[in-house]
């Protein structure tokens, strides 16, 4: 698959939990290998329901696609196990970083070469690799997991998750509860495994300052519809479009007319190119 070819499709994703909550109302999205794709929505928009359903993890939650379909590659997401979608390069890191907490570092990262059936000496090699993104994990590789900072579990999550040898990361907000100077540090690492490796990345973030400083394109979900797509260069500068939909309220008078607007017409659906 070359660099610009559609790596991932989301059509029309209806998703319920409990076959009571409507999560999701129908959103489609798509990303192109070697992109970074930045979900953003308020608390509670369907970001994690939309993530976990592109891993087919969504019956574990008690939820159930009841409407859609998503593809990955050409294959039928919702047909394959989670495990199978990791062997095929679809990998996840969840919200909350997820180390297993009494392992230490190095055991954990382990674990991620292993769920791709990893041999030996590509574990090895792995391992360098991952160490010379995050040099700090190398010195902390004995630590238990559970005992290191915040920082230091979501770097273990994500380079769990690069022992698996992803074509698409998907990450659910990695920046949670951490320190702005420990965001950047793994946005720009992030960056660079995109921009080198041309690493496809989808995250969802609360934090749109950030998710836009890095990503290509952003969709933006708001009660579990999308309503809002484009260049997350043009939704940067717009100040407007942040207030809108990114409860970013400026004091500008555009500002507040552009509040108004969203909450008239909440199920609109935008493209900035
Ligand atoms: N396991 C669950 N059981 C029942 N309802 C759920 C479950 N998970 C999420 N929901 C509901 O589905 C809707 C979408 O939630 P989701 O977690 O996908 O949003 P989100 O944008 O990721 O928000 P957050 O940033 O708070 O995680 C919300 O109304 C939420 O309460």
Same mark, same amino acid.
């Given at each position: ?10 059509? $029309? ?11 999701? =109302? ?19 928009? #369907?970001?994690?329901? *939309? ?13 159930? %696609? ?9 294959? +039928?997401?919702? $047909? ?7 062997? =095929?390069?679809?990998?996840? &890191?969840?919200?909350?970083? =997820? ?26 090699? +792995? ?5 010379? %993104? ?16 915040? #920082?230091?579990?979501?770097? *273990? !999550?994500? #380079?769990? !998750? ?14 949670? #509860? ?32 950030? !998710? ?6 952003? *969709? ?11 260049? !997350?260069? &043009?939704?940067?500068?717009? +100040? ?10 400026? &004091?500008?008078?555009?500002?507040? &007319? ?5 909450? +008239? ?5 935008? *493209? %900035?190119?």
């Amino acid at each position: 698959m070359s660099q610009g070819e559609i790596q991932l499709v989301v059509d $029309r994703l209806e998703a319920v939990y409990n076959h009571a909550i409507v999560a999701l =109302h129908g959103v489609s999205l798509t990303i192109r290998r070697g992109e970074i794709l930045a979900l953003l929505g308020a608390n509670g928009a #369907g970001k994690s329901t *939309t993530l976990k359903s592109i891993s087919n993890l969504l019956q574990a939650e008690r939820g159930q %696609i009841t409407r859609g379909s998503i593809h990955f590659e050409g294959i +039928d997401v919702l $047909r394959t196990r989670p495990s199978d979608l990791v062997r =095929h390069g679809l990998v996840q &890191v969840l919200e909350g970083r =997820h180390c297993f907490r009494a392992l230490n570092v190095e055991e954990n990262l382990v674990t991620g070469g292993l769920g791709r059936g990893s041999s030996r000496v590509e574990i090895v090699q +792995d391992l360098e690799r991952v160490y010379s %993104i995050f040099p700090g994990l190398k010195a902390k590789r004995r630590e238990t997991s559970g005992l290191t900072s915040g #920082g230091e579990q979501q770097m *273990t !999550a994500i #380079g769990r !998750a690069l022992m698996s040898r992803p074509r698409l990361l998907v990450l659910d907000e990695p920046s949670m #509860g951490l320190a702005p100077l420990i965001i950047r540090d793994i946005f720009r690492k992030l960056k660079s495994l995109n921009e080198s490796e041309g690493l496809s990345i989808l995250l969802a973030e609360q934090n749109s300052t950030v !998710a836009l400083q890095y990503a290509d394109r952003a *969709t933006v979900l708001e009660n579990g519809v999308a309503v809002l797509e484009g260049a !997350a260069e &043009v939704l940067r500068n717009r +100040d407007d479009v942040r207030a809108f939909y990114l409860g970013e309220r400026t &004091v500008s008078d555009e500002g507040s &007319v552009s509040a108004d607007r969203a909450v +008239d017409n909440p199920r609109a659906f935008e *493209t %900035i190119a």
